[in-house]
């Protein structure tokens, strides 16, 4: 199992005077958004998704358990200064930014599948979050707010012990599934293995007697069971 966290630093852009969308900039005091903070939409994505194919397909595991981004800005832009996220104090906008990276991850889901890259699950966008948090958006918001840091982008050590552990644990679960799915496949194929045991093959035994059954020449080449009669 290997876990491929892709897209955290590419989703998040900020709307120019001209309308597109553009990364943000880096100066000496971090990253900053000039203009209204906006998500990456459909199309953008499937072209991060078409350039990240051939290193997805180069990884080699039975399961690619891929992590989406999560929310960022949430609660606040990358600074104060005027002109810089300037829609995160618009009402509704809290929520509306999470349900957006929400929709990135089924995206993703839905990107992974139509090119052909197989043996992967996307784990959950707000794995972060304290398990007993309540489903409904609102609840999910109001948690948040104590697991980023001052920066808005980063989550507290709270934070990232949760989302750790969320991946670990639903990891090993999916890993479950799948490895008991694939046994129950190759039952249904009406493949019997036969196993050797002291000279003779059985469809009863285990792996550790795998050795085959060896036969001695005699005479003109013809072939003799260890146990047949002299």
């Not at 892709?6 to 309308?19: K, P, T, V, W």
């Not at 197989?118 to 784990?123: A, N, Q, Y």
């Not at 799915?181 to 003779?200: E, I």
Request: with cysteine.
């Amino acid at each position: 199992m290997c876990y491929v966290a892709i897209l955290g630093n590419s989703i998040f852009r900020f709307e120019q005077e001209d309308g597109n969308l553009a990364l943000p900039f880096k100066t000496d005091k971090g990253y900053h958004l000039g203009g209204e903070v906006r998500i990456i939409g459909k199309e953008g994505l499937g072209k991060l998704l078409d350039g990240l194919k051939k290193i997805l397909d180069k990884v080699k595991s039975d399961l690619k358990v891929v992590v989406p981004p999560v929310p960022r800005y949430v609660f606040g832009g990358c600074c104060e200064k005027p002109g810089h996220a300037t829609n995160v104090r618009s009402e509704g906008y809290a929520e509306k930014v999470v349900s957006e990276v929400q929709g990135v991850r089924k995206e993703l889901k839905e990107g992974l599948l139509k090119r052909g890259i197989d043996k992967t699950w996307v784990s959950g966008c707000l794995d972060f979050l304290d398990k007993e948090t309540k489903e409904d958006q609102k609840s999910r918001v109001d948690s948040m707010r104590q697991l980023f840091q001052k920066d808005n982008v980063h989550l507290t050590v709270k934070g990232y012990a949760n989302w750790a552990d969320r991946l670990w644990e639903e990891g090993q679960d999916r890993h479950r599934t799948l490895t008991r799915q694939r046994l129950q496949s190759n039952r249904g194929t009406g493949v019997q293995r036969k196993y050797f045991w002291r000279g003779f093959m059985s469809e009863n035994g285990t792996v550790r007697n795998h050795q085959k059954p060896v036969f001695a020449g005699r005479g003109r080449g013809r072939k003799y069971h260890p146990y047949a009669k002299k």
